[in-house]
């Protein structure tokens, strides 16, 4: 069995192929990890970057994206706009965006965070400050962080998943990809309960 880590970069489709509907993309993880038959757990948005995990073990894979077991998955998001308060109290009890409620996250702001250039770069427009927020989520629904920020009048203008549970996204540059340690497997495998501790 292979369990990979891979860190993401902006507008690479969270797949092998290009698939339907995707003839313009440029890449896809093909492009990056020559393992095969390894697959993503979870996904990322195509302009979202960052932590992705990736295996051939479809019960962990399982176990891994399954609701019920509510892995925290944190994220640095760069919103437009300043952050108050008032902002980020409605993240942190859950608000109703679309037909359902968020479970609560933990939201706060942060320093700019040391990440590499992205390419092409966040449009900037000097009238509008930008902020930095941290925000950690136990479900993971279609583009939820993105929606949730706008619902609090804070547009996501860059979005990178920096860890899932304990596993941090450390000194792995974009578009490079590892496997996973024993360690951190055996963490990971604890606290989606596939192993006894």
Not at 56 to 73: I, L, N, V
Not at 118 to 136: A, D, F, G, H, N
Not at 154 to 160: D, Y
Request: glycine letters at 6%; proline letters at 8%.
């Amino acid at each position: 069995m292979r369990y990979l880590v891979f860190n993401k970069p902006f507008q690479v489709l969270c797949q092998f192929t290009q698939g339907m509907g995707h003839s313009t993309v440029r890449h896809t993880l093909a492009d990056y990890i020559p393992v095969p038959e390894v697959y993503p757990v979870g996904r990322l948005d195509f302009d979202s970057e960052g932590l992705l995990f990736l295996t051939d073990d479809g019960a962990w894979q399982q176990r891994m994206s399954h609701p019920k077991f509510e892995h925290p998955r944190t994220y640095w998001v760069q919103v437009e706009g300043e952050v108050k308060e008032s902002a980020l109290e409605p993240l942190r009890r859950g608000l109703k965006i679309q037909d359902y409620r968020t479970r609560p996250a933990e939201a706060k702001r942060i320093a700019a965070p040391v990440l590499p250039p992205r390419e092409p770069p966040v449009r900037y427009r000097k009238q509008i400050p930008t902020s930095w927020l941290e925000i950690t989520l136990t479900e993971g629904r279609n583009r939820q962080v993105r929606r949730m920020t706008a619902a609090v009048g804070l547009p996501t203008l860059r979005l990178v998943r920096v860890a899932i549970g304990a596993l941090w996204l450390m000194e792995l540059p974009a578009g490079q990809w590892r496997d996973l340690t024993a360690s951190e497997l055996n963490q990971l495998q604890i606290s989606s309960g596939s192993r006894r501790s």
